[in-house]
């Protein structure tokens, strides 16, 4: 398998294009020391593998989130105790210009997609005894699907009724309902990894030549979402990408197009932090720091910590009010 990259292709003469992804270290770097029951950390990795294949077929520049919001007003919805599930994917920076990037770094350092996630939960998670956990994972929860473009395109979220019981169909659902996407959704996972195949049907006028209507698009879309179903774990691990389509895709030629490779990639820093300290307000940062001698910030993404002393919270209040005055 073409570890921790994503691979773009269409099917030859038919209107049906795809991306296929498959996370090995990426995906281990995201859990590593994070202990999530066996059920969680599938369903944060089947989140994961959704958001980067949904964020190529609708071709983002900009970053796409996916959350479960299990705990509505305090409280908490599922059976299985689900907080909250965060998967964020950040697609490379194609249009940085040559100012954004520093003297020592190189246009490639940014060509990759990150990823990055997490998950809350209570104990009770681990009283599921379901075959199929995931609707009382799920109960009564909220998924919502936020996306940011870049270059000053306007943020945009959806919420997604859970009426399936896989991620897949949710998601396919997702498709259909919001982006009016004719689309298929696999997931596979092996010993090393997680992966998975979207499969889109273009619109007929978009096919150059040789299109052929004898087909029923829809179930050769299902074939080949029931062939990745098929594959054993050792095909997962030892077939590359080319060769698993060629497997999958039965009859059709494939079309390769790029690949990108993919990180665990964090995006959280110092200056945020501060940001949110200066929506907090001086006061509020006062009696914490009062409190607890300094402000410590964990990131649940990356479990960095930042912490702030008396003097780091004076400067970040009187660097806003100095800047505020010159603007007058
Ligand atoms: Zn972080």
């Given at each position: 398998?073409?570890?921790?990259?994503?691979?773009?292709?269409?099917?030859?003469?038919?209107?049906?294009?795809?991306?296929?992804?498959?996370?090995?270290?990426?995906w281990?770097?995201?859990r590593?020391?994070r202990d999530y029951p066996e059920i969680i950390e599938k369903l944060l990795g089947e989140?994961?593998?959704?958001?980067?294949?949904?964020?190529?077929?609708?071709?983002?520049?900009?970053?796409?989130?996916?959350?479960?919001?299990?705990?509505?007003?305090?409280?908490?919805?599922?059976?299985g105790g689900v907080?909250?599930l965060?998967?964020?994917?950040?697609?490379?920076?194609?249009?940085?210009?040559?100012?954004?990037?520093?003297?020592?770094?190189?246009?490639?350092?940014?060509?990759?997609?990150?990823?990055?996630?997490?998950a809350?939960f209570?104990e009770?998670v681990k009283e599921l005894k379901e075959e199929n956990p995931l609707?009382a994972l799920?109960?009564?929860?909220?998924?919502?699907?936020?996306?940011?473009?870049?270059?000053?395109?306007?943020?945009?979220?959806?919420?997604?009724?859970?009426?399936?019981?896989?991620?897949?169909?949710?998601?396919?659902?997702?498709?259909?309902?919001?982006?009016?996407?004719?689309?298929?959704?696999?997931?596979?996972s092996?010993e090393?990894?997680i992966?998975?195949?979207?499969?889109?049907?273009?619109?007929?006028?978009?096919?150059?030549?040789?299109?052929?209507?004898?087909?029923?698009?829809?179930?050769?879309?299902?074939?080949?979402?029931?062939?990745?179903?098929?594959?054993?774990?050792?095909?997962?691990?030892?077939?590359?990408?080319?060769?698993?389509?060629?497997?999958?895709?039965?009859?059709?030629?494939?079309?390769?197009?790029?690949?990108?490779?993919?990180?665990?990639?964090?995006?959280?820093?110092?200056?945020?932090?501060?940001?949110?300290?200066?929506?907090?307000?001086?006061?509020?940062?006062?009696?914490?720091?009062?409190?607890?001698?300094?402000?410590?910030?964990?990131?649940?993404?990356?479990?960095?910590?930042?912490?702030?002393?008396?003097?780091?919270?004076?400067?970040?209040?009187?660097?806003?009010?100095?800047?505020?005055?010159?603007?007058?």
């Open positions: 398998m073409n570890n921790n990259s994503l691979l773009n292709f269409t099917l030859e003469n038919l209107p049906i294009r795809g991306s296929i992804v498959f996370l090995e270290s990426t281990n770097d995201i590593l020391d989140l994961l593998i959704c958001s980067t294949l949904l964020s190529s077929m609708i071709k983002l520049n900009g970053s796409l989130s996916i959350q479960i919001q299990g705990q509505i007003q305090g409280q908490i919805q599922g059976k907080e909250v965060v998967a964020e994917t950040n697609s490379p920076d194609y249009e940085l210009s040559p100012e954004d990037i520093k003297e020592d770094e190189d246009i490639n350092d940014y060509n990759f997609i990150s990823l990055r996630g997490t809350k209570s009770k609707p799920l109960e009564n929860a909220l998924l919502s699907i936020t996306i940011d473009p870049r270059r000053g395109a306007k943020r945009y979220q959806s919420i997604i009724p859970i009426s399936e019981n896989t991620i897949e169909k949710i998601f396919e659902e997702y498709l259909d309902k919001s982006e009016q996407i004719e689309g298929k959704i696999a997931i596979f092996s090393e990894g992966g998975g195949i979207i499969l889109q049907k273009l619109p007929e006028q978009e096919i150059q030549d040789g299109v052929s209507f004898e087909y029923d698009y829809n179930s050769i879309m299902e074939k080949i979402k029931k062939n990745i179903k098929d594959l054993s774990k050792e095909e997962i691990t030892n077939l590359n990408f080319e060769q698993l389509l060629t497997k999958v895709t039965d009859k059709f030629d494939v079309r390769i197009f790029d690949y990108q490779t993919t990180r665990f990639v964090c995006g959280c820093s110092r200056e945020k932090i501060e940001r949110v300290l200066l929506t907090i307000g001086r006061k509020e940062s006062e009696e914490i720091l009062k409190e607890h001698g300094n402000i410590t910030v964990n990131c649940e993404f990356c479990k960095k910590e930042e912490k702030f002393d008396s003097i780091d919270v004076a400067s970040i209040f009187s660097s806003t009010t100095k800047s505020s005055k010159s603007l007058n």
